[in-house]
């Protein structure tokens, strides 16, 4: 009987009996002496029967009393035996409650938790991380997630895992954060969540007395007593129970044959239309084959054998028939002193997908290092077929002969070409700084995109601007960025198109929206006719790992944009689905002259003097040989650092030191270029090096003036490059 209907019952049957008695008053005598024996018997026994009824209702109450402290325990005790810590916060993560496993993981009394602020036990390099993840799960109010360390009492860290989510309070108090708190660092044990002791009530009865009226009163109180005690206990247990429930992780409660309780999550995750749907049946019904065995023997392992506490990984099958990674932990517990346990499972479905993508990023890590070998041994080689071409050109400059200088300018060409290659693998394995030189953008652009798009059945269309404004850039690392762009622009029209490329000058101001310093920039548009770009797909095309191809790395943008970023520009998408892609990116302007390319010979700057030349390569040294006297030099060679710092030393002590030194940055298995200028310096604060490297990429290219050196020359080169920096250095004009 509902509680309510019992309440306006035993208050009528307490209106009628005073009723009755206030009616009977008069006839009622001083002394029972006085009545007449068949009313005093009467009397008697109508007393009796109320005596009666009043243990009858206070039984029924204890009965259900009983019943409540059940069910609350079965909701206390799926709270406090979770294997994660639980935390209630306010918005100022101040915390109101939190389980006994959170405090054991702080090493805290969990009575001392209670209005400490959540940060308190956050490291201090991760405090940001909480903070940005806090504001955003308050100004959304969606479920957010990160990881970050804990500081234990003592001063130990240890990692967790916290999924956070907005609820409204309890009583339609203000909105409160409920968090999950994962230890990550011991996934294989965790500690047994012990059980609080319930609540024991005091159930006193008092043995009837003699004087009838005030047995009544107090039967009467201890009804009163029970019904606030019941209100109580219903209070509580529909706290426990929204807590169970609003938890962003799925817990069942299973007796040896099915599930007894599901709360929401557990819904969530089979896709099951409703909680009903689960009750009743067992787990291993929605585990996939391969763990249903396993599942069944640690069942009846936590069962019968009471062991603290079993955890594995599996798969849920739901109720769509999507695969889910889970990872599962049983716990025993008594159910209304029937043995059953507690099992929750965690989605692990997004931690699996990431270790996935470590093993990716692995094996990228170890073909950029394969592909950085590789291009710097192919540089060394192009630098000794471009030294003699140079050389070999020489005499044709004059126009003695048109058609073989023709040709060997097309050779020249060439070679170029491969080293843009190269210079494309050295971005992809090391990344870094971008060796910026003064080009020719429409060249670059123009041959980039001719060459990426050649077999295909896309044509270019090209737009350049009047007088387009000089650039200083890394040409190998935009023409990858080109390259990639080009490239998708191919693959989003499979029927064939146009990709139309347009470059312009456009200045930065205050009230531009690009990201940008104010100032000069140009503009490389690159836009095709494909089907368009999602907006949920724009929102990730820069983000690492993320493709929509099922063969893509998801790396070719997010290079781009790094590459990009490192030149102080931009790069940005615009698209609507069924009308195309545009890509746009913006490069800084400098304050040079463009200096195209000119098939005309040029007069090379020549000198005098003596010219250390360290590598260890041979080929590289006798091309050298050759090169340096075509200049005016006189050259000498070292094979690595030790050999070049005893004869600069040597010389430097003579009357005809050495007028420059060009130093390898890499020596297998001995000193390079970084270490031997330092000596240089302490001997020599103005020794006059230039670095040479076939890592174009290396970060001393980009900086060499911050490591020492003078001047640089990136393999390979030809002789018009060695004699200009040869002549800079020495005249001491860069």
């Not at 026994?45 to 009858?56: G, I, N």
């Not at 109450?61 to 406090?80: C, I, M, P, V």
């Not at 965690?346 to 590789?374: C, D, F, H, M, P």
Request: charged fraction near 25%.
């Amino acid at each position: 009987m509902p509680k309510n209907d019992d309440h306006k019952k035993f208050h009528d049957l307490r209106r009628q009996a005073e009723e009755e008695i206030k009616g009977n008053f008069r006839e009622i005598p001083d002394t029972l002496e006085a009545l007449p024996p068949e009313e005093s018997r009467r009397l008697l026994h109508q007393l009796r029967v109320y005596q009666v009824e009043l243990e009858m209702q206070n039984e029924e109450l204890r009965r259900a009393q009983l019943e409540l402290e059940a069910s609350r325990g079965l909701y206390f005790d799926l709270y406090n035996l979770a294997p994660f810590g639980y935390v209630i916060m306010d918005e100022w993560s101040v915390i109101r409650d939190a389980n006994i496993t959170f405090a054991r993981m702080v090493d805290t009394e969990r009575s001392q938790l209670t209005g400490e602020p959540f940060t308190r036990f956050i490291d201090r390099e991760d405090q940001d991380t909480y903070y940005l993840k806090r504001k955003q799960l308050w100004k959304t109010k969606k479920q957010e997630a990160c990881e970050l360390r804990l500081v234990k009492k003592g001063g130990s860290c240890f990692w967790i895992r916290l999924e956070m989510t907005v609820v409204n309070g309890h009583d339609r108090s203000a909105p409160v954060c409920r968090a999950v708190i994962m230890d990550i660092t011991q996934l294989k044990q965790a500690e047994e969540i012990q059980k609080n002791a319930h609540t024991v009530l005091e159930h006193m009865v008092r043995e009837r007395t003699s004087e009838l009226e005030k047995a009544n009163q107090k039967l009467q109180v201890e009804i009163e007593q029970r019904n606030k005690a019941e209100a109580a206990l219903q209070k509580s247990e529909e706290h426990f129970r929204k807590m169970v429930e609003l938890m962003p992780v799925a817990i069942f409660a299973h007796t040896e044959d099915s599930i007894i309780f599901a709360n929401t999550a557990a819904t969530e995750l089979l896709k099951a239309a409703d909680t009903q749907d689960l009750l009743g049946k067992a787990l291993v019904e929605f585990l996939h084959a391969d763990d249903q065995v396993q599942f069944e023997q640690l069942l009846k392992c936590v069962l019968h054998e009471r062991v603290e506490k079993k955890t594995f990984s599996a798969k849920f099958v739901s109720v769509a028939g999507a695969d889910i990674d889970i990872e599962l932990s049983l716990i025993p517990f008594a159910h209304q002193n029937v043995p059953a346990v507690q099992v929750t499972a965690y989605n692990i479905t997004e931690r699996k997908q990431i270790e996935e993508e470590i093993i990716k990023a692995e094996k990228l890590e170890s073909i950029s290092i394969l592909a950085g070998g590789i291009a710097h041994d192919f540089n060394n080689i192009l630098t000794i077929i471009l030294g003699y071409l140079s050389v070999v050109r020489k005499p044709f400059n004059a126009g003695k002969s048109i058609e073989t200088y023709s040709h060997l300018k097309e050779i020249e060409k060439a070679t170029i070409q491969a080293i843009g290659l190269t210079k494309q693998l050295l971005t992809f394995a090391k990344g870094g700084a971008p060796v910026k030189s003064a080009a020719s953008i429409e060249e670059l652009i123009e041959e980039t995109v001719m060459f990426t798009s050649s077999g295909s059945n896309v044509r270019c269309q090209f737009a350049f601007a009047d007088d387009l404004m000089p650039v200083e850039v890394d040409r190998g690392q935009i023409s990858q960025v080109l390259n990639n762009l080009i490239i998708n622009a191919v693959q989003a029209m499979p029927g064939g198109g146009t990709i139309f490329i347009s470059v312009e000058n456009i200045a930065v101001d205050k009230t531009s929206s690009l990201p940008l310093q104010e100032g000069n920039y140009i503009q490389i548009s690159v836009r095709d006719e494909g089907e368009g770009i999602p907006e949920e797909v724009r929102r990730q095309i820069f983000t690492p790992f993320f493709s929509t191809k099922s063969t893509g790395t998801g790396l070719g943008l997010t290079t781009s944009y790094s590459i990009i970023k490192q030149h102080g520009g931009h790069i940005t998408v615009d698209s609507q689905v069924g009308a195309g892609a545009t890509f746009a990116f913006y490069l800084p302007a400098s304050g040079g002259i463009m200096l195209k390319e000119s098939n005309l010979s040029r007069q090379l700057k020549t000198g005098s003097g003596r010219v250390l030349v360290m590598d260890d390569e041979e080929a590289i040294l006798r091309l050298a040989a050759e090169m340096l006297p075509l200049l005016g030099y006189d050259a000498e060679f070292a094979r690595h650092g030790n050999e070049a710092i005893a004869l600069y030393a040597k010389a430097f002590r003579s009357t005809e030191p050495f007028a420059a030194v060009i130093l390898d940055l890499t020596i297998r298995g001995a000193m390079g270029g970084k270490d031997t200028v330092k000596k240089l310096l302490e001997l020599d604060p103005e020794v006059k090096a230039i670095v040479s490297s076939g890592y174009s990429n290396d970060a001393v290219l980009s900086d060499y003036r911050a490591y020492g050196f003078k001047g640089m020359v990136s393999k390979p080169y030809q002789l018009e490059e060695l004699a200009d920096v040869l002549h800079q250095v020495i005249l001491g004009t860069v």
